[in-house]
Nanobody, 122 residues
Framework: QVHLVESGGGLAQPGGSLRLSCAASGSVFRFHTMGWYRQSPPKNQRDLVAEITSGGTANYAGSVKGRFTISRDNAKNTVYLQMNALKPEDTAVYYC???????????????WGNGTQVIVSS
């Protein structure tokens, strides 16, 4: 199972920027679709913010399209989320996710990171 560690959260002003990073363990990172999700009270679910496939295709939630950019560096086993033009409603705990993949008939189960808090407030 891949192990994920997020970093880069914190406090930002409305209109500001933050860059989240998610470092992954293992040798098959490049095969995983990687995603960023967020969860904010009182919701009990994690909503997809952005995901990027192994081939580099990115998809975004409508609420962040044009403001957030997801990218990956397979040489560093890291996925990033550049967040610009932040809004108070972006306040949430952001989680990194890796999906499960099968490589050479071996299953590599996906997992979640522990999350990093983002607060957007003046």
């Amino acid at each position: 199972q891949v192990h994920l560690v997020e970093s880069g959260g914190g406090l930002a002003q409305p209109g500001g920027s933050l860059r989240l990073s998610c470092a992954a363990s293992g040798s098959v990172f490049r095969f995983h679709t990687m995603g960023w999700y967020r969860q904010s009270p009182p919701k009990n679910q994690r909503d997809l913010v952005a995901e990027i496939t192994s081939g580099g295709t990115a998809n975004y939630a409508g609420s962040v399209k044009g403001r957030f950019t997801i990218s990956r560096d397979n040489a560093k086993n890291t996925v990033y989320l550049q967040m610009n033009a932040l809004k108070p409603e972006d306040t949430a705990v952001y989680y990194c996710n890796a999906d499960s993949v099968v490589v050479d008939s071996e299953v590599y189960f996906g997992s979640w990171g522990n999350g990093t808090q983002v607060i957007v407030s003046s």
